[in-house]
């Protein structure tokens, strides 16, 4: 298998003369597998161009997966061109949310008070598909799903074919235990906080099994660490640090950290990725982040 | 919007043209009697737990702490069951069951679990005034269309999610006077809903046998449960919005979405459901926004009901 970063910021599109190595459009990650399949997932702006590219192929047969409904998941949708044209087929497969189902965001985001173009426009044929945490088989490829530490639900994604996995976290935040933080501080009792010390600790283990033994794991490392001790816990994203624990206790080949924060230029992530690099190199693990237009391709994991 | 005249002279043929009456006795109870017991029965109603309020009350605190939730939450064993209940639905496919709230914050987080909470108690409160029977499912049927219309027509003026929240509150307690007057003179309630879905005007028909309106009624229970100012007032003028002030928004919308519901369920209009072209000033929209706000309304009652595992 071989993914393809169409997306790799967090957040919000950032274009200009500081992001042009590592990228500005939002998620949207392609895994192309043996058989030919094309998996998509998130429609964040990244996916605008990915789909000039399959309009070069129609009719084309695609499935993807929404790992959750923020914006930079989902607003490249109204510009992916094979949803327009009748003939082709998108499976579209994402958590259902507490009050509306992923194919009512879908049409929200299509309102004309947001886009001129009515979702009735949409000409492929397209099913949608709401997701737990469960394995989705594609005959040669499964898709298991687990639920991340998001503000609103969100899904991870674990892709195998034969012996190779990737994984794609979304957006995820290891969980931490919210009464040691925030008005629970000294006023929530010594039980309440074992009890959700102990869930914490369970729900990372899951975490940790889930990405566990990955030949690509991506993952959300939007934040250094010093960024998000400040002020970004809860937010729902990782700290650059526990992302590369994760990756090396899970005994991932290649990490590949990704979902930038708007706010690190080319600079800043150049020489983090540097930094980070030379830390893990003794442990066998290749660490990069995503860089929006690269390939990284399991079969030749040296090549270009 | 249709034909309100040629609607009501239809019917008018099978209804009594001067009071609907309350055929209690031979000697109906004086307006005045029939109002002085609903409202001794209102301040005995309570809502099954204070929580309820609690939960409304975080609902407009954007700073709401994960602890707070916790506590309101906890103070309640009824509610912590429906949490739970909701928390391990089919809906969110947990592998595991999950028999503790700080393992469900954990797991679904502050505002999934808040949103449920909130949903329950209000259901709750709800529900738990009402009986099994038909008129109590209609009512209920009934508030949900116009909680998820009001929220829908929140969603389209791109207000806050707390916002929405409060709309949609405020669209399924609209009625919560017609449950006051259910719980104590079910029957007559039952005969007047009869004629009010022939044309006969509700208002009035309640003013004159109950002595007041569910509107009125609902006002009263509102503002003893200590509900927010403009859900009080968004209950007592779902009929005639007020058009200024700081409590109009929420008034206009609650009118507005009970207008389509009734709209929706073929409620002959009377005099008094006359249309305000005015409550869509109010909250800056056009008809046609407004149109295509409720085209998303159905399917979710449609999915709510399936969630929340109601009739």
Known sequence: ?304 | MWDKKSAVAATSMHIPVETPGLPMSDDPMPPEHVRARIEASIERMSPLSPSATKVLSLVNDIDASPWELLQVIKMDPVLTGRVLRLVNSAHFGLNEPILSLNRALVILGLNTVKNLALSSSMIELLTSQTGEDNESARLWNHSLWVGVAARSIARARQLSREEQELAFIGGLLHDLGEVCILKVFPKEFQELRVQVEHGVDQLAAETLVFGASHAEFGGQLARKWRFPPELVVSLETHHNPILEGALAELSCTTYIANFFARVNEGVAPTDEDVWHPAALAVLNLDEHTVAEAMESVEPEVEAARVFLETP
């Open chain 1, 1 to 304: 298998m071989k993914v393809r970063f169409w997306g790799v910021r967090g957040s919000i599109p950032t274009p200009g003369p500081d992001t042009v190595k590592y990228g500005g459009n939002t998620a949207c990650y392609e895994v192309i597998t043996h058989s030919g399949r094309r998996l998509i997932f998130d429609a964040g702006t990244g996916i605008r161009r990915l789909g000039n590219d399959l309009a070069r192929e129609m009719p084309v047969d695609v499935d993807i997966f929404v790992s959750h409904t923020h914006w930079d998941h989902i607003q490249g949708f109204p510009f992916f061109v094979p949803a327009f044209v009748a003939g082709n087929r998108l499976r579209m497969y994402g958590p259902a949310l507490y009050e509306h189902s992923l194919e009512g965001v879908m049409r929200i985001q299509m309102d004309y008070a947001f886009f001129p173009v009515r979702e009735a426009e949409l000409k492929a044929d397209i099913t949608y598909q709401s997701l737990t945490e469960e394995t989705i088989d594609l005959g040669d490829v499964t898709v298991v799903t687990k639920y991340t530490n998001h503000p609103v639900l969100t899904l991870a994604f674990r892709i195998t074919e034969g012996e190779q996995t990737i994984i794609y976290t979304g957006d995820s935040e290891p969980y931490y235990n919210v009464l040691r933080y925030e008005s629970g501080q000294g006023r929530a009792s010594a039980e309440d906080i074992a009890e959700m010390d102990d869930e914490v600790t369970r729900q990372n283990a899951r975490h940790l099994d889930f990405c566990s033994g990955a030949d690509i794991l991506i993952h959300d490392a939007q934040y250094s660490l010093a960024e998000y001790a400040a002020m970004r816990r809860g937010w729902g994203h990782s700290p650059m640090e526990e992302v590369i624990q994760i990756g090396l206790k899970a005994g991932v080949k290649h990490l590949v950290m990704t979902s930038h924060d708007p706010s690190s230029d080319d600079a800043t992530l150049t020489e983090l990725e540097a930094l980070f690099q030379a830390q893990v190199k003794a442990h066998g693990m290749k660490l990069s982040f995503a860089r929006e237009g690269t390939i990284v391709d399991l079969d030749h994991p040296d090549g270009p």
